[in-house]
């Protein structure tokens, strides 16, 4: 079992920075994958980023790639999602997801309760 908690989020303007936290619990963290997912108004909820248990690998989204990295520190249980060039697009609530995350493979089995990001234009 894996408990999320997100944060970091906040309202920023076109162009800025946000840095956000996901804190697990669990002596298991380092054996999962983990991932962002963000969900807009009115929109599905979609693949953000992804990065293997060793963090040695990591994926994104074509609509974040060159602006979004993520990170994490197993001996923390933490991960980090650092966004840049911040459009008003990407206005969205993020979740933090523990799973398997390796190429095609996707499964989501721990979600977090998110944490909201609203971007100004």
């Known amino acids: 079992q894996v408990q999320l908690v997100e944060s970091g989020g906040g309202l920023v303007q076109t162009g800025g920075s946000l840095r956000l936290s996901c804190a697990a619990s669990?002596?298991?963290?380092?054996?999962?994958?983990m991932a962002w997912f963000r969900q807009a108004p009115g929109k599905e909820r979609e693949f953000v980023a992804s990065?293997?248990?060793?963090?040695?690998?990591?994926d994104y989204a074509d609509s974040v790639k060159g602006r979004f990295t993520i990170s994490r520190d197993n001996a923390k249980n933490t991960v980090y999602l650092q966004m840049s060039s911040l459009k008003p697009e990407d206005t969205a609530l993020y979740y933090c997801?523990?799973?398997?995350?390796?190429?095609?493979?996707?499964?989501?089995?721990?979600w977090g309760q998110g944490t909201q990001v609203t971007v100004s234009s």
């Open positions: 669990g002596r298991t963290f380092s054996s999962y994958d």
């Open positions: 997801v523990a799973g398997i995350y390796n190429g095609p493979t996707h499964r989501s089995d721990y």
């Open positions: 990065i293997r248990w060793s963090g040695k690998s990591t």
